[in-house]
């Protein structure tokens, strides 16, 4: 049951991260964090990290938990694909009695309690952070400014987050908002949406992207149009490919929120649960605006 410590085989807890696509460099990054932690402490934990395909196979995560907890893990740390999806398996696994960490993404309130589940989330300010993305392009811009927003997946609170801080920068800054609609986080589809945004709208003056993976897909659009650095461009994540193209003024800024560190930390807070600390609510990690000037 939930409330009995598990007994080490080999004196030492196994820890599985379940991610979501390992073609975002955002979640490559995380990977790489928590491996070189996990590598440091082989004494401490066994580990296991798991991706999925893409940012809709959110199947894949489904049979990373259940694969977890048939393998007996005692701790599970996840960045939910699908906020309502994933309370179901993850209740199992609290129910089996394994430590269950939410990182990243937030698990839906409603969805938790239907599981009959109250897990603490350690992650982001996602609303705040794509506010300071959003505030970049109201300064930059000015009053009156003709935008449009490429969202991440619906399924996905983060998304919803990050869509309501731009709408709050667009309103504060009396930006005209000409369209918004979802590229799925990904850049071949991005890059397909901001071409038939072009398109459709011929006086676009910025795009707010939801992720980083779609700001490259944007600016693909734009290089291919000639329009680089005119429309101004501001993402989230900070991931490497990014920084180059805002040194170079093919985009304004972009959102870093330490997603190499985000795992990390999820796995010592569930090792400290698995201690028999408590965790409830939301435990913030941070975010930070990155524009050229922070970068060397």
Known sequence: MAGIRPTFADGKPKVGLVMKSLSNEFFKQMQAGADKFAAENKDKFDFKAVG???????AAQVDAVENFITQKYDIIVVAPAD????ATPLAKAVKAGITVVNIDVPLDAGAKKAAGIDLAFFGPDNQAGAKLAGDALAKDLGAGGKVVILEGNPEADNAKQRKQGFMESITEGKLQLLDSKTAHWETE???????????????IQGVMAANDSMALGVVKAL??????????????DNIPPVQPLIKNGKMLATVEQFGAQMAVNGIKYGLRQLAGEKFSGWIKTDVKLVEAKDLS
Not at 52 to 58: L, T
Not at 83 to 86: D, G, L, N, Q
Not at 224 to 233: D, N, P, Q, R
């Open 223 to 236: 290089d291919a149009t000639g329009k680089s650095g005119k429309i101004k461009v501001v993402g989230f």
């Open 83 to 86: 906020s309502k999806a994933m």
């Open 189 to 203: 589809e991005a890059n397909t949406l901001m071409t038939n945004f072009l398109t459709k709208y011929q006086d």
């Open 52 to 58: 999925m395909k893409d940012e809709r196979d959110f």
